[in-house]
């Protein structure tokens, strides 16, 4: 690749990456603000209840508390909607582990344990990049470098096995 071309390239990731950026910031600004709904809906329960002990009569709040109550698990849906939006842009996910699997990722590299979420098709994974990819023994599928389990299939992948299999 000549060195014009690699400049080019590498000032469009850049350009893509800024524009990720500006995604992630936008969809954090969102959750901000639905996290600041929660918080409201959680005062109005809490006059609520205050009210209705006042009153006399705690169990009056019951219909105001579930109606909020209501209204905070869709919010917090919505939010980890947004997350998972988030995780899409990034292209990543995290494990129970610690580790940072790739999004689309149906079990750990790291671990081998099966993510609940399963996303999209996976042969949105062949996207990635370069020559010496290594492939799972066991489905063929494709691996990063370094993972220790398939994230197609889960079999265990030794690390021996570097490299494209002939
Ligand atoms: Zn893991
Ligand atoms: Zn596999």
Do not use: W
């Not at 000549?2 to 954090?28: C, G, L, P, Y």
């Not at 959750?31 to 009569?57: L, P, Q, R, T, W």
């Not at 988030?86 to 999004?103: L, S, V």
């Not at 996207?127 to 990819?133: D, I, K, V, W």
């Amino acid at each position: 690749m000549s060195f014009f071309q690699k400049i080019k390239e590498s000032a469009m990731n850049a350009a893509d990456k800024a524009q990720q950026t500006v995604e992630i910031t936008r969809i954090h600004t969102r959750i901000s603000s639905k996290e600041k709904e929660i918080a409201d809906h959680y005062k109005e329960m809490g006059k609520c209840v205050f009210d209705a002990y006042v009153a006399g009569d705690p169990s009056a709040a019951e219909a105001n508390i579930a109606e909020y109550a209501g209204k905070v698990l869709e919010i917090q849906k919505e939010i980890a909607a947004l997350k998972h939006k988030i995780m899409e842009i990034k292209n990543e996910k995290p494990c129970e582990c610690g580790t940072t699997a790739p999004f689309e990722a149906l079990f750990c590299p790291s671990c081998g344990r099966k993510f609940e979420t399963v996303a999209k098709e996976p042969q949105a994974l062949a996207l990635a990049e370069g020559p010496a990819t290594r492939h799972c023994t066991v489905c063929g599928g494709e691996l990063e470098t370094g993972d220790k389990f398939c994230v197609h299939c889960g079999a265990p992948q030794s690390a021996a096995k570097e490299g494209i299999d002939e």
